[in-house]
Each structure stands twice: as structure tokens, then as C-alpha cells.
Antibody, heavy 120, light 108 residues
Framework: QVQLVQSGAEVKKPGASVKVSCKTS????????ISWVRQALGQGLEWMGW????????NYAQNLQGRVTMTTDTSTGTAYMELRSLRSDDTAVYYC?????????????WGQGTLVTVSS | EIVLTQSPGTLSLSPGERATLSCRAS???????LVWYQQRPGQAPRLLIY???NRATGIPDRFSGSGSGTDFTLTISRLEPEDFAVYFC?????????FGGGTKVEIK
């Protein structure tokens, strides 16, 4: 069955970077894209961006441009999201989701979420 | 960017009742590329409806989606205990892919 398993919780200081992994299984990795979505505690969902696993093309949310990088390792079926220059308002649960191959697609299967806490 | 406004913010209903949730877009959603998700406390979102009106695999037929253009609706025909949760809409036809603020369906 399709599974996306994310890395564990992280605690970071302001200004640091975090890299969250999303290990997939149960399907052909390069046939689907990966989106990243975050959710501050008790708040709504925020789309962060999308990456094509077939060619590495990315589409990032404007407000994160320059701070976020999404990558994939096709040999292991793993997607990564790195966020730099962390601020306190980056504290959130970060989710990866498998989407269709097209950039115009939605998250069908989701990871369990990774809590990133930014605190001095 | 397309702003999605969900209403009401909270819906208080009893099991067995009908729930009607609204998602209104600030401009037309391309090709009705809109999904609905359910999120229970401590869990990841779960896909319910895609392309505005198509149920995802394994979703009970008490969930239905309708609408087009700027006005979309999620209907739960008869609420089951497990349906009390938060529901989000999202459009994926334009960048950035935006979410609505959510509707919480709570037990009355």
C-alpha cells in the first residue's frame, strides 16, 4: 500500500535550517509528484510548494521563495524539504503528500507530519 | 492569488443530521480544480472529494461535492460519529494552491 513516512520532530533555533524527509513506498516514485504543506498548531493549512519527481521541476509559494528548497532522491524514493533562516512563525507541523504527476494536482496520500519547533 | 472563504466557521449538529459546508473563491477556480479534505485531531488531512464532485477511493457515499466557478459545497447527508472533524477546501488550478480556513463540524 502507498505509504509516506516522514522524519521525526525537530527543535531549531531562530536563524537555523531544517531538512525534513519523506520516505515513500508502495508505488512508482517517479510517476507522481510531491507537495509540502504546513500547519501551525491549531491553524489552517498552508501550501508550501510542489516538486516533480520525474524532472525535479519545482513550484514554490511566493512567501517562501529564497528560503525553501525541495529535492528528491529517486534511488531511495525519498523527498526532502529544507527551510532556512527559520523564524518563530515557522513553528508548525510539516506534511508531505503524494500528488499526481501534473503540477495541477492535489495531495492524495499524506505523510504523518513532522513537528518543527523554532525557539531560542 | 485565489482566496477561499469557508463558511460557517463552526457547524454544530447532531449525528444523523445533514451538514452543508460552503467554500467560496475570490475568482473562478480553473477547471473546477477543487478538493475537500477531512482532518481529525492529530491526524493528517484525508482526501474526500477531487475535481469538485468526485469521491476519492473508499470515501462513503454520504459525502458529496458540488459546485463550479466560485461556489462549491460539501454535503454530508447523515452525520456519523466519525465525521465530526475539520473540513478544508483547496484549489489546485492556480498558483499558489490555496486552502480555505476550514469548517469545524462539532457535536451539538
Amino acid at each position: 500500500q502507498v505509504q509516506l513516512v516522514q522524519s521525526g520532530a525537530e527543535v531549531k533555533k531562530p536563524g537555523a535550517s531544517v531538512k525534513v524527509s519523506c520516505k515513500t513506498s508502495g508505488y512508482t516514485f517517479r510517476s507522481y509528484g510531491i507537495s509540502w504543506v504546513r500547519q501551525a498548531l491549531g491553524q489552517g493549512l498552508e501550501w508550501m510548494g510542489w516538486i516533480s519527481t520525474s524532472n525535479g521541476n519545482t513550484n514554490y509559494a511566493q512567501n517562501l521563495q529564497g528560503r525553501v528548497t525541495m529535492t528528491t532522491d529517486t534511488s531511495t524514493g525519498t523527498a526532502y524539504m529544507e527551510l532556512r533562516s527559520l523564524r518563530s512563525d515557522d513553528t508548525a507541523v510539516y506534511y508531505c503528500a503524494r500528488t499526481g504527476a501534473s503540477a495541477y494536482s492535489y495531495g492524495h496520500y499524506w505523510g504523518q507530519g513532522t513537528l518543527v519547533t523554532v525557539s531560542s | 492569488e485565489i482566496v477561499l472563504t469557508q463558511s460557517p466557521g463552526t457547524l454544530s449538529l447532531s449525528p444523523g443530521e445533514r451538514a452543508t459546508l460552503s467554500c467560496r473563491a475570490s475568482q473562478s477556480v480553473t477547471s473546477n480544480y477543487l478538493v475537500w479534505y477531512q482532518q481529525r485531531p492529530g491526524q493528517a488531512p484525508r482526501l474526500l472529494i477531487y475535481d469538485a464532485s468526485n469521491r476519492a477511493t473508499g470515501i462513503p457515499d454520504r459525502f458529496s461535492g458540488s459546485g463550479s466557478g466560485t461556489d462549491f459545497t460539501l454535503t454530508i447527508s447523515r452525520l456519523e460519529p466519525e465525521d465530526f472533524a475539520v473540513y478544508f477546501c483547496q484549489q489546485y488550478g492556480s498558483s499558489p494552491r490555496t486552502f480555505g480556513g476550514g469548517t469545524k463540524v462539532e457535536i451539538k
